[in-house]
């Protein structure tokens, strides 16, 4: 698909029975089926020309296809369920789907060990990194997040215990 397929449509603001987000858009089939698989399907979404964010066409149900609205956005754009949004939607061709936090890269681009084991970790747990450290506004934050996550990285030989760096957050602070 060339880079500058962007796809417009309205959708009304639906919630979501899934445990991990608590709202959702339809995507038309017709325009899902252009995002034949899974790697295809990672997007960069607009709501309402307002707020951009990276996300992926889901499979909701057998021939359902969502992207997931969480509160946050919710609350940015102040909608509620039942609200019809402006979507638009273009591939995302960026290298991890997220942005990724210059406090990581700097700290790969020193630590090579860290670096190897990061880019060994599938596309999935690498974003969910990528999500822990830019869910906080500071740099200091950041840093230290960053640290921490490669720092469990090497002890558990690129292993993740999501629990026990859960805890390990907590106790650095």
């Not at 995507?27 to 034949?36: E, G, N, Q, T």
């Not at 889901?58 to 949004?85: C, H, I, P, Q, T």
């Not at 596309?123 to 996550?149: C, D, F, M, W, Y």
């Not at 629990?163 to 602070?173: D, G, I, N, W």
């Amino acid at each position: 698909m060339p880079m500058t397929d962007i796809f417009q449509f309205r959708s009304t603001l639906e919630r979501s029975d899934n445990k991990l987000w608590g709202a959702h858009v339809r995507v038309p089939d017709s325009i899902a089926k252009k995002f034949p698989d899974q790697e295809s399907r990672r997007v960069v979404c607009e709501l309402n020309g307002a707020v951009s964010y990276q996300t992926a066409i889901l499979a909701y149900s057998e021939g359902v296809w969502v992207l997931r609205v969480n509160r946050a956005l919710m609350k940015k754009l102040d909608v509620d369920f039942g609200d019809e949004l402006a979507v638009e939607i273009r591939s995302d061709r960026s290298e991890f789907g997220l942005p990724r936090p210059e406090e990581l890269e700097e700290l790969l681009a020193q630590d090579k060990e860290g670096a190897d084991i990061f880019h060994a970790l599938t596309p999935g747990k690498q974003r969910t990194l990528l999500h822990i450290i830019n869910s906080v506004k500071s740099s200091e934050k950041r840093i230290h997040r960053a640290l921490i996550i490669v720092r469990h990285l090497k002890a558990l030989h690129g292993k993740i215990d999501f629990r026990k760096l859960a805890v390990e957050m907590k106790s650095q602070r």
